[in-house]
């Protein structure tokens, strides 16, 4: 499986990078206490770190809302989902518990401040690509909404669209049967490519001692 960046994307916007993480065999069960207390720690961080700043002081966030600014996503009314996180956090909704491996994604999306994505690989087929989305394309959200893709940022295999750094589909979500994984990172596009290389590689090996398994990384752009 081979994931890119489309010729559409790197003309407007050649910073833009990827982190690929694939894992395998791991095991993904309910969180362990030690990462559900350390996610619900880190939110009431954010929280009281709201009181003083805007949300878009964050890097993270302002740097991906001029993406969709660029994309011609108006960023106000469909946000990158680090923003989203960070609006409800602001609202003191803190995120439910899902299962080791999303609520370590989620960790690592508020820890980094960009989006994050994490798929069950079985649900997947042939290769990837970050594109922008057709005007006839849409699909049904994690958040249980009908989403239309056009001109949004998104991922997409032979299927069609599956993820993006706005919401993801409800196709490829990650359960406790899930033993093979595709984890994307829509890293800040002002991090250098040494920069980006390592926050990766950390992520894999942060990952896979909680979830054990094998992982193998790769940086696109």
Known sequence: MNVIISPEIKEKNNDIKLGIIHYRNIEVSEAPQMLKG????FQESIYFDL???TITSF??????????K???????????SIEALFRRIQKQTYLPTINSAVDLNNFFSLQYEVPLGIYDKSCLNGDISLRLGNEDESYLAINGREVSLYNKLVLADEQGPFGSP???SNRAPVSEQTSEALQIIFLKPSLS???SLKLTESLSTMFTQIHGGEASYSLIN
Do not use: A
């Not at 350390?38 to 720690?41: A, D, E, P, S």
């Not at 660029?70 to 990158?80: L, M, N, V």
């Open 38 to 41: 350390r996610l619900r720690l």
């Open 51 to 53: 009181q003083d700043r």
């Open 59 to 68: 890097e993270g966030i302002k740097e991906w809302r001029c993406i969709f």
């Open 70 to 80: 660029e994309f011609g996503t108006d960023p106000s009314k469909y946000r990158p």
């Open 166 to 168: 706005y919401v993801d």
């Open 193 to 195: 490519t040494e920069s």
